[in-house]
């Protein structure tokens, strides 16, 4: 079974600074998605960003980018330039199989002005 | 777009009661949905996929006669949680697979969940 695994439960960053969210997780297949969520707190899941595991090169969203390191199952967000409106939960996803998405724990962030 | 819609977003019900949980695709077709369950400050724990024209597929230690999930069209399945216990209490929320020229696209588009709370 696959396991999604997100080791900081809280963060912190400063407004317009720069904060990875770690994430790894465990798997035996080949082909896969891996996807950041935020859920602020209205709850409402939002598509952060999304990965290929085929695709080599790291996505990247605005502020928003990957690091993907496919032989270590990592897969980190690093938020550039941080604004109040990053506050939220961010879950880590992966998806193997069609119908099969499982999540992290999260990692509440917290931007401070 | 892809927009998914939930109704209620809130709810209360009395200890005994069922509670029937509407999740729509508004601007898209969904052969597949998803339902996920939440408690505070947790993660979303799977409950469900909900197929179009067949039974759903329930994760393990799900009740099935309990949460009977229904997906009668390619926008709209449903949630019904029968006889409803304060342990239900819950934020459940359900999510679409996007069919776009004929497959299925890998993301998933998250309704805004609804907030369940049995006395």
């Known amino acids: 079974a696959q396991t999604v695994t997100q080791s900081q439960p809280e963060m912190s960053v400063q407004e317009a600074e720069t904060v990875t969210l770690s994430c790894t997780y465990d798997?035996?297949?080949?082909?896969?998605?891996l996807f950041w969520y935020k859920q602020p707190p209205s709850r409402q899941m939002i598509l952060v960003i999304r990965?290929?595991?085929?695709?080599?090169q790291n996505a990247t969203e605005n502020r928003f980018s990957v690091n993907f390191q496919k032989a270590a199952k990592s897969f980190s967000l690093k938020i550039s330039d941080s604004q109040l409106g990053d506050t939220a939960m961010y879950f880590c996803?992966?998806?193997?199989?069609?119908?099969?998405?499982?999540f992290g724990a999260g990692t509440r962030l917290t931007v401070k002005p | 777009g892809a927009v998914v819609s939930q109704h209620p977003s809130r709810v209360i019900c009395k200890s005994g009661t069922s509670v029937k949980i509407e999740c729509r695709s508004l601007?898209?077709?969904?052969?597949?949905m998803f339902w996920y369950r939440q408690f505070p400050k947790q993660s979303l724990m799977l409950m469900a996929t909900?197929?179009?024209?067949?039974?759903?597929?329930?994760e393990q230690g799900v009740e099935k006669d309990k949460f009977l999930i229904n997906h009668a069209s390619l926008t709209l399945s449903t949630l019904t949680v029968t006889s409803a216990h304060p342990e239900d209490s819950s934020f459940y929320i359900c999510?679409?697979?996007?069919?776009?020229?004929?497959?299925?696209?890998?993301?998933?588009?998250f309704g805004p969940g609804t907030r369940l709370t049995v006395l």
């Open positions: 999510s679409a697979r996007k069919l776009s020229g004929g497959v299925l696209t890998d993301t998933q588009y």
């Open positions: 990965q290929e595991a085929y695709k080599q």
């Open positions: 996803a992966f998806m193997g199989g069609p119908n099969d998405m499982r």
């Open positions: 909900s197929n179009e024209g067949s039974k759903a597929t329930y």
């Open positions: 798997t035996s297949e080949n082909n896969y998605y």
């Open positions: 601007d898209f077709q969904a052969t597949t």
